[in-house]
């Protein structure tokens, strides 16, 4: 018979240390022949990236050993960070930012660039030419340059001269990709204010003898459409993703016919086959031959897998029992790519293309993020909500109810809610496994995941409804989404708690401030001042606001209003901060200004720092300390006492 115990007081087998013990994080998967390339995020060694390679039917191995750590930097948020071709090898370390080669003779790093104040990311094989093209982000100078480069190979008659500019003039360049016959080039450019899924360019250009580029053309893209993923078909067949109809779809350009932008499905879907470009290296789909594209597809949250027939313009989901993917590569017999569910966690799978029926579809795990066993009674399984909001709409999101096989609440009560705010803010929550989620919900939290306007996946105007409203409809609807789940009695109304990190951060505290329906939160690297970060923060975001809030500085008043430190004293919630002290995308001032503000006001606080974290924890050590202590401080604001040994913390005000 199951216990009798308040919500939030029981025992779950998920600690913190279940959460980092033999975990990693997947991605970034390459093909090369035989071979497949990943990377691996590992908390236990402090968050190192490592590139492991696979031969089929082989085990795996570390192609950089400690200190290499595989990450590049450029928009601060990296991707593209290495790359792969006829086993050679290039990746950027994370220490100096510079690119480093693997020879298929020595694994020993041998360094290609020596440009201190340059990052590099997102680099392409040029074989015609014995090179690489980057793009590169120049901090020599307060003003931060990006331009696409080329950086000679080891053995060319130009090793080892310094990079040299291919493109410039625009604020931000990113997927370059050649043709297979090494005649065009194709890339990605935009401008500020825009952000790329705003709207950016993707422009063509011949690449000439001498390896300097004739005149480009503009095939697709403006200030309101986004584009991406480019990718070549064959030598004059370029693929590429677009929201011109209003949802990310495929089109194709053909070199013999430059005037004409042609969708790859006979109308548009009200799918999204593309994602927002946050990194470098994004892969929502591949081209396993001449006739077939591998896609991954969302809809209205969810996530599916399928095959686009190029010939005859025709879509099919397989039948996989994963609900979250990405990096999808594939060649003609095999596709892989990192997936998982609400209950499968996170792994590279191996798909035999050609053993796919109506029926079934035939796939292997090559390597999982976790090999702990999970008893699939403790894992809460997301309900997709749509719920009403503000301005006589919806709002969406993915309820998970307090789930734990050996523990029942007094009839009495209701479950405490946690609302989850992603960060962003263009970005979406994930049905993905979650231990971060189960966490809680085994614990006898119920657990709201907002997908709020402005998220992706639910359309382009669905997410544009944030332009202009930034602190205002993403805090409606977590509030809408709270007071939802009250009424229909899956929610204690005095129970209400909200967490978020980075923008997800800066509705939290929007919320705990600007109304009275949370009595706690959670702040990770949140926003409290908006004009703070917008006068202080990288280049990739810095005019990001003035779409989602208005342009600076002559929508000053509008920051002020919508700043919840100069608020604080219509604070009441209790907060928790969290903030690694080497963030340069939300500086540590941020946090704690609105600490100091709390505590002079005397409201339940407390403040917990990272000096070795930037932005996004990565250590083992900081994601066990920050659930146990986010947990405690429940506990103490909402008077349960959590099961197990969980460390306490002090806590200003209480």
Same mark, same amino acid.
């Given at each position: 018979?199951?216990?009798?115990?308040?919500?939030?007081?029981?025992?779950? +087998?998920?600690?913190?240390?279940?959460?980092?013990?033999?975990?990693?994080?997947?991605?970034?998967?390459? *093909?090369?022949?035989?071979?497949?390339?990943?990377?691996?995020?590992?908390?236990?060694?402090?968050?190192?990236?490592?590139?492991?390679?696979?031969?089929?039917?082989?085990?795996?191995?570390?192609?950089?050993?400690?200190?290499?750590?595989?990450?590049?930097?450029?928009?601060?948020?990296?991707?593209?960070?290495?790359?792969?071709?006829?086993?050679?090898?290039?990746?950027?370390?994370?220490?100096?930012?510079?690119? &480093?080669?693997?020879?298929?003779?020595?694994?020993?790093?041998?360094?290609?660039?020596?440009?201190?104040?340059?990052?590099?990311?997102?680099?392409?094989?040029?074989?015609?030419? %014995?090179?690489?093209?980057?793009?590169?982000?120049?901090?020599?100078?307060?003003?931060?340059?990006?331009?696409?480069?080329?950086?000679?190979?080891?053995?060319?008659?130009?090793?080892?001269?310094?990079?040299?500019?291919?493109?410039?003039?625009?604020?931000?360049?990113?997927?370059?990709?050649?043709?297979?016959?090494?005649?065009?080039?194709?890339?990605?450019?935009?401008? %500020?204010?825009?952000?790329?899924?705003?709207?950016?360019?993707?422009?063509?250009?011949?690449?000439?003898?001498?390896?300097?580029?004739?005149?480009?053309?503009?095939?697709?893209?403006?200030?309101?459409?986004?584009?991406?993923?480019?990718?070549? *078909?064959?030598?004059?067949?370029?693929?590429?993703?677009? $929201?011109?109809?209003?949802?990310?779809?495929?089109?194709?350009?053909?070199?013999?016919?430059?005037?004409?932008?042609?969708?790859?499905?006979?109308?548009?879907?009200?799918?999204?086959?593309?994602?927002?470009?946050?990194?470098?290296? #994004?892969?929502?789909?591949?081209?396993?031959?001449?006739?077939?594209?591998?896609?991954?597809?969302?809809?209205?949250?969810?996530?599916?897998?399928?095959?686009?027939?190029?010939?005859?313009?025709?879509?099919?989901?397989?039948?996989?029992?994963?609900?979250?993917? %990405?990096?999808?590569?594939?060649?003609?017999?095999?596709?892989?790519?990192?997936?998982?569910?609400?209950?499968?966690?996170?792994?590279?799978?191996?798909?035999?293309?050609?053993?796919?029926?109506?029926?079934?579809?035939?796939?292997?795990?090559?390597?999982?993020?976790?090999?702990?066993?999970?008893?699939?009674?403790? *894992?809460?399984?997301?309900?997709?909500?749509?719920?009403?909001?503000?301005?006589? !709409?919806?709002?969406?999101?993915?309820?998970?109810?307090?789930?734990?096989?050996?523990?029942?609440?007094?009839?009495?009560?209701?479950?405490?809610?946690?609302?989850?705010?992603?960060?962003?803010?263009?970005?979406?929550?994930?049905?993905?496994?979650?231990?971060?989620?189960?966490?809680?919900?085994?614990?006898?939290?119920?657990?709201? $995941?907002?997908? &709020?306007?402005?998220?992706?996946?639910?359309?382009?105007?669905?997410?544009?409804?944030?332009?202009?409203?930034?602190?205002?409809?993403?805090?409606?609807?977590?509030?809408?989404?709270?007071?939802?789940?009250?009424?229909?009695?899956?929610?204690?109304?005095?129970?209400?708690?909200?967490?978020?990190?980075?923008?997800?951060?800066? !509705?939290?505290?929007?919320? *705990?401030?600007?109304?009275?329906?949370? #009595?706690?939160?959670?702040?990770?690297?949140?926003?409290?001042?908006?004009?703070?970060?917008?006068?202080?923060?990288?280049?990739?975001?810095?005019?990001?606001?003035?779409?989602?809030?208005?342009?600076?500085?002559?929508?000053?008043?509008?920051?002020?209003?919508?700043?919840?430190?100069?608020?604080?004293?219509?604070?009441?919630?209790?907060?928790?901060?969290?903030?690694?002290?080497?963030?340069?995308?939300?500086? +540590?001032?941020?946090?704690?200004?609105?600490?100091?503000?709390?505590?002079?006001?005397?409201?339940?606080?407390?403040?917990?720092?990272?000096?070795?974290?930037?932005?996004?924890?990565?250590?083992?050590?900081?994601?066990?300390?920050?659930?146990?202590?986010?947990?405690?401080?429940?506990?103490?604001?909402?008077?349960? !006492?959590?099961?197990?040994?969980?460390?306490?913390?002090?806590?200003?005000?209480?």
């Amino acid at each position: 018979m199951p216990t009798i115990a308040s919500y939030g007081a029981w025992e779950s +087998p998920i600690t913190t240390d279940f959460l980092v013990a033999d975990s990693v994080g997947l991605g970034s998967i390459a *093909l090369d022949g035989a071979q497949i390339y990943w990377l691996e995020s590992r908390p236990q060694e402090k968050g190192r990236t490592v590139l492991v390679q696979q031969t089929r039917g082989d085990h795996a191995q570390d192609l950089t050993p400690a200190p290499w750590n595989v990450r590049s930097r450029v928009h601060e948020y990296g991707g593209g960070a290495y790359g792969v071709d006829q086993g050679e090898i290039y990746f950027i370390n994370n220490a100096d930012q510079q690119v &480093y080669y693997l020879s298929k003779n020595s694994r020993e790093p041998q360094a290609l660039t020596n440009c201190p104040p340059c990052r590099y990311a997102n680099g392409i094989w040029d074989r015609t030419r %014995h090179r690489l093209i980057f793009v590169q982000e120049d901090h020599q100078s307060s003003t931060v340059s990006n331009t696409l480069v080329t950086i000679p190979l080891p053995g060319s008659k130009s090793y080892p001269e310094a990079p040299e500019i291919l493109v410039e003039g625009a604020d931000f360049y990113s997927s370059p990709t050649l043709s297979p016959d090494g005649q065009w080039l194709a890339w990605l450019s935009w401008n %500020h204010p825009q952000m790329p899924w705003d709207g950016c360019e993707l422009w063509v250009a011949p690449v000439l003898t001498t390896g300097k580029l004739g005149d480009g053309r503009k095939i697709a893209g403006s200030q309101t459409e986004s584009v991406g993923q480019p990718r070549w *078909l064959d030598n004059q067949t370029l693929i590429f993703m677009s $929201d011109r109809s209003g949802w990310g779809n495929p089109y194709q350009w053909q070199t013999d016919q430059p005037q004409h932008v042609l969708p790859l499905l006979p109308q548009a879907l009200e799918l999204e086959f593309g994602t927002p470009h946050w990194v470098f290296g #994004q892969s929502t789909y591949a081209i396993a031959d001449q006739a077939r594209l591998i896609c991954t597809v969302g809809h209205q949250g969810i996530e599916q897998l399928g095959i686009l027939d190029l010939a005859h313009q025709t879509w099919e989901i397989m039948d996989l029992p994963f609900t979250d993917f %990405h990096s999808i590569q594939a060649n003609a017999d095999r596709a892989y790519f990192v997936a998982s569910s609400p209950t499968n966690p996170s792994a590279i799978i191996e798909l035999d293309l050609r053993s796919i029926t109506s029926e079934s579809t035939s796939y292997k795990i090559l390597k999982t993020s976790t090999h702990l066993p999970i008893d699939p009674d403790y *894992l809460a399984v997301p309900q997709a909500l749509c719920f009403p909001t503000t301005a006589d !709409t919806v709002a969406y999101g993915f309820y998970y109810p307090p789930t734990n096989p050996n523990f029942v609440a007094p009839a009495s009560e209701k479950p405490p809610l946690l609302v989850k705010c992603h960060g962003g803010p263009t970005a979406a929550t994930s049905t993905g496994f979650n231990l971060g989620i189960q966490f809680w919900t085994s614990r006898g939290f119920a657990c709201l $995941d907002v997908n &709020y306007r402005g998220s992706t996946g639910y359309g382009r105007d669905y997410q544009d409804a944030l332009q202009g409203h930034w602190g205002v409809y993403d805090v409606a609807d977590c509030i809408a989404g709270a007071e939802y789940l009250v009424e229909k009695g899956r929610a204690d109304p005095q129970k209400l708690a909200m967490r978020g990190s980075s923008a997800g951060g800066y !509705t939290t505290l929007a919320a *705990l401030t600007f109304s009275q329906t949370f #009595q706690a939160g959670a702040s990770y690297y949140g926003v409290s001042d908006l004009e703070a970060l917008a006068q202080d923060t990288h280049k990739f975001e810095a005019r990001y606001f003035d779409g989602l809030v208005a342009p600076y500085p002559t929508g000053q008043q509008v920051y002020y209003q919508r700043s919840p430190i100069h608020f604080v004293e219509q604070l009441a919630a209790s907060v928790i901060f969290f903030q690694g002290l080497e963030d340069k995308v939300v500086p +540590p001032n941020q946090a704690e200004m609105m600490v100091n503000a709390l505590i002079a006001k005397g409201i339940p606080v407390a403040y917990l720092t990272f000096p070795a974290e930037a932005h996004g924890f990565r250590q083992a050590s900081t994601i066990q300390q920050t659930l146990a202590a986010e947990l405690y401080f429940y506990g103490q604001i909402f008077g349960f !006492t959590p099961a197990g040994e969980i460390p306490s913390i002090p806590i200003q005000g209480v």
